[in-house]
């Protein structure tokens, strides 16, 4: 059954915006992670969060987690056209492969 | 080198046929999956083997079996395709189920049932 839920469905931003994008879940976690699928291509591990953390970074990624709420989110500083993509958020909940909500498409205007 | 590779990227069939997608990792993981995106790009998990034992078989029709030669190779073979079967299949790896840590995907292949 699908856990992840993001919102957005759909992001336009112009290029050096940040870029937000929000993730809500169903059940306990061990961990969320989140992808980024550029279009015909296959999904590329960005950053885990471990369900005792409450924020991670990497280069401009930063993510948070609040448990409480059952919710995450995904920043992107400074955003650039590259980061143009489908950005999935995926929990696992151990012992179970990871389950993927369905995405939100960010577009970086040049 | 690509860690995981699948064959044919792109597939287009008639209903009824029978075809076979091909799944290689090259990571040294023991566990391998199969993921099903349509065409919202709900990505939904359909078979994850460990170690060639299948242990996890998301209510997804016989007609689709899995099959697992040794750990680094997982195909899967579709039986009597249907329409509704149009989807971008995925493949992916990641170290073990109980580590918990990321999945690392191939490139997908697209099925188009006519």
């Known amino acids: 059954s699908q856990q992840g839920e993001e919102d957005p469905q759909a992001l336009s931003i112009q290029e050096g915006e940040n870029a937000t994008m929000n993730c809500s879940y169903k059940?306990?976690?061990?961990?969320l992670q989140w992808y980024r699928q550029n279009s015909g291509r296959g999904l590329v591990h960005l950053i885990l969060i471990r369900s005792n953390e409450r924020e991670k970074h990497s280069g401009r990624l930063r993510v948070t987690l609040d448990t409480s709420k059952k919710s995450s989110s995904l920043l992107i500083t400074a955003s650039r056209a590259a980061d143009t993509a489908s950005y999935f958020c995926?929990?696992?909940?151990?012992?179970?492969?990871?389950?993927f909500g369905k995405g939100t498409r960010l577009s970086v205007i040049a | 080198d690509t860690a995981v590779s699948q064959t044919p990227k792109y597939l287009v069939t008639q209903m009824g046929n029978d075809k076979s997608i091909k799944c290689e990792q090259n990571?040294?993981?023991?566990?391998m999956y199969w993921y099903k995106q349509d065409s919202k790009k709900f990505l939904k998990i359909m078979f994850s083997?460990?170690?060639?034992?299948?242990?996890i078989n998301e209510t997804v029709p016989n007609r689709f079996s899995p099959k697992s030669p040794d750990k680094a190779h997982l195909n899967l073979h579709i039986n009597s395709l249907e329409l509704g079967d149009s989807a971008v299949y995925f493949c992916?790896?990641?170290?073990?189920?109980?580590?918990?840590?990321?999945?690392?995907f191939g490139e997908g292949s697209r099925l188009t049932v006519l």
């Open positions: 992916a790896s990641s170290r073990d189920l109980l580590a918990g840590g990321e999945l690392f």
């Open positions: 990571l040294g993981h023991d566990t």
């Open positions: 059940t306990s976690i061990n961990n």
């Open positions: 995926a929990t696992d909940g151990g012992n179970t492969p990871l389950v």
């Open positions: 083997y460990n170690n060639k034992e299948l242990i």
